[in-house]
């Protein structure tokens, strides 16, 4: 069973540790936490996990912490506007998902402490740290890349159906380096992939599987974007209207009605970025606390959705997936 608080440190060596509640932010002083999100509302499960785990660290809404949450609302180019809205605000620490998010931050200040999560690329090569054990400047967190589970993916996705051979793929320019993966990871099984290229964020889902379902694929690869994302209800309610195999990177997904899910567990990376969040309202500078990425991966897979597009799953995944939803 996988440990889903498994981070690694830039270090190697330990984890950030969690502080206690009672040792939050001092009595009188309201910290103010800026949020940057790309397609999501404040609403959405991954932001309320965050602001669960603020909660348990002992911050209270009105009392001692006051939320400045900005929505892109799927439209990279509103970032620079709504990351200098934020150092307007002169909040105390700006929280980012998504490489869009965080480069719009880290161009509006370089002073503003930046708590970065969910980032799909390397980001000592983006320029956002120096190094993983001590970043350096005002931008730590959490990352991981997609690129390097998406041959895994597919893996699992073929082993749970032998017998397909025609998959559709849906991509996006932000997830251009997984469709690379995929294609060299394809090279060893053979399957004809038809890939649909998304363009222009908010997608029309709708459109997209009319187009998806014209060669007759037997199986849905989706990869991942934060645009994508924003239609993690709709895919798999078509995928299952069209009765289509799917794979996705996260539980989300299979939650709402996706065949598989191999990757990374959101809801924990939101709940380590509010503990970043906290030590540095209680003074840490982000340049000395190390940027992590997670271990431990895991695998959901739907039964129900299974029984419904009349497939049987092989018992060797089930016996190593770590969550099943049943019917």
């Known amino acids: 069973m996988i440990d889903r608080r498994a981070f690694l440190a830039g270090t190697g ?7 206690l509640a009672a040792e939050a932010q001092q009595p009188g002083k309201v910290a103010r936490v800026g949020i940057l999100s790309t ?8 932001y309320q996990a965050f602001e669960q785990r603020l909660r348990e660290l002992g911050y209270v809404e009105g009392q001692n912490i006051a939320i400045e949450f900005r929505n892109a609302e799927g439209s990279v180019d509103r970032f620079p506007g709504l990351a200098a809205e934020l150092v307007r605000l002169n909040v105390d620490v700006i929280v980012t998902a998504t490489d869009p998010a965080t480069r ?5 200040t370089t002073t503003i402490p930046i708590v970065m999560m969910a980032i799909n690329y390397e980001p000592i090569g983006l320029g956002y740290i120096a190094s993983l054990a001590r970043p350096g400047a005002n931008v730590t967190g959490i990352f991981f890349r997609h690129r390097e589970l998406t041959s895994k993916r597919l893996e699992l996705f073929k082993e749970m159906l ?33 890939v649909l290229d998304l363009r222009n964020p908010p997608y029309d889902i709708e459109s997209a599987f009319r187009v998806v379902m014209r060669p007759r694929p037997q199986a849905l690869f989706v990869l991942e974007s934060a645009s994508i994302f924003r239609a993690r209800t709709h895919i798999p309610q078509l995928a299952s209207t069209n009765r289509l195999p799917t794979s996705f990177a996260f539980r989300e997904y299979v939650e709402a009605g996706g065949l598989m899910a191999y990757g990374a567990n959101l809801a924990d990376m939101f709940r380590r970025a509010a503990e970043y969040a906290d030590r540095i309202l209680r003074g840490a500078k982000p340049g000395d606390l190390p940027v992590e990425q997670p271990t431990k991966f895991e695998l959901i897979i739907n039964l129900k959705t299974a029984k419904a597009l009349g497939l049987t799953i092989p018992q060797s995944l089930l016996l190593r997936a770590d969550e099943v939803i049943h019917p």
């Open 13 to 19: 060596a330990t984890l950030l540790a969690a502080p």
């Open 39 to 46: 397609a999501n509302p404040r609403s959405a499960s991954l």
């Open 104 to 108: 719009a931050a880290k161009r509006a």
């Open 162 to 194: 032998p017998g397909v051979s025609r998959v559709a793929v849906l991509a996006d320019p932000e997830s251009a380096d997984q469709l690379e993966e995929l294609k060299a990871a394809n090279r060893s099984l053979d399957l004809k992939l038809q």
